[in-house]
Antibody
Framework: QVQLQQSGPGLVKPSQTLSLTCAISGDSVSSNSVTWNWIRQSPSRGLEWLGRTYYRSKWYTEYAVSVKSRITINPDASKNQFSLQLNSVTPEDTAVYYC????????????WGQGTLVTVSS | DIVMTQSPDSLAVSLGERATINCKSSQSVLYSSNNHDYVAWYQQKPGQPPKLLIYWASTRESGVPDRFSGSGSGTDFTLTISSLQAEDVAVYYCQQYYSSPFTFGPGTKVDIK
């Protein structure tokens, strides 16, 4: 059974960096048949896909244009996890952040982390 | 980006009655190479992440009750709950995974009448 366990702070000051980690059990971050994603949800923006990382003989990342200049998603094979960094946050980045798995070419997001409410406030 | 719209915004249905939710994509999400529509449906209850119900527009995820069904192709899709149960009260989202960025509809809230 796949489980995704998120960790990271729930409060970030404006202009600073939001950092979250998603620890994977029951699968491998290096699997060549899945992608590992970050998605956020807020009342104003709804569910918004932020980006993904995946391994296909080498590592790939892809980001949503809306956050492309500020986001980094990094896999860590040694710890079987992946992380999200979002720089220069503003109150608009306040949201519940989720990590999620997708099996390529079949289903969509089939396993999700528990969600982390991140509030951007001084 | 592919825009996903849903209707209605909310609906209230009596227990045991049918609930129907519509979803429309701004362009076709049908892959001609495998004849699959890359649309998924999710159920979200308060304080929980979305739960995948349906993928490829009409394939039920393992463990999902068969009162949930998906239909449609191209740009128009429907999620049907054939006999609403109390535990089905939730917000339902459609989502396209045909191309990135993967986009979600705004959601439809389902309640008991």
């Amino acid at each position: 059974q796949v489980q995704l366990q998120q960790s990271g702070p729930g409060l970030v000051k404006p202009s600073q960096t939001l950092s979250l980690t998603c620890a994977i059990s029951g699968d491998s971050v290096s699997s060549n048949s899945v992608t590992w994603n970050w998605i956020r949800q807020s009342p104003s923006r709804g569910l918004e896909w932020l980006g993904r990382t995946y391994y296909r003989s080498k590592w790939y990342t892809e980001y949503a244009v809306s956050v492309k200049s500020r986001i980094t998603i990094n896999p860590d094979a040694s710890k079987n996890q992946f992380s999200l960094q979002l720089n220069s946050v503003t109150p608009e980045d306040t949201a519940v952040y989720y990590c999620a798995r997708r099996i390529s070419d079949t289903t969509s997001f089939d396993y999700w982390g528990q969600g982390t409410l991140v509030t951007v406030s001084s | 980006d592919i825009v996903m719209t849903q209707s209605p915004d909310s609906l209230a249905v009596s227990l045991g009655e049918r609930a129907t939710i519509n979803c429309k994509s701004s362009q076709s999400v049908l892959y001609s190479s495998n004849n699959h529509d890359y649309v998924a449906w999710y159920q979200q209850k308060p304080g929980q992440p979305p739960k995948l119900l349906i993928y490829w527009a009409s394939t039920r995820e393992s463990g999902v009750p068969d009162r949930f069904s998906g239909s449609g192709s191209g740009t128009d899709f429907t999620l049907t709950i054939s006999s609403l149960q109390a535990e089905d009260v939730a917000v339902y989202y459609c989502q396209q995974y045909y191309s990135s960025p993967f986009t979600f509809g705004p959601g439809t809230k389902v309640d008991i009448k």
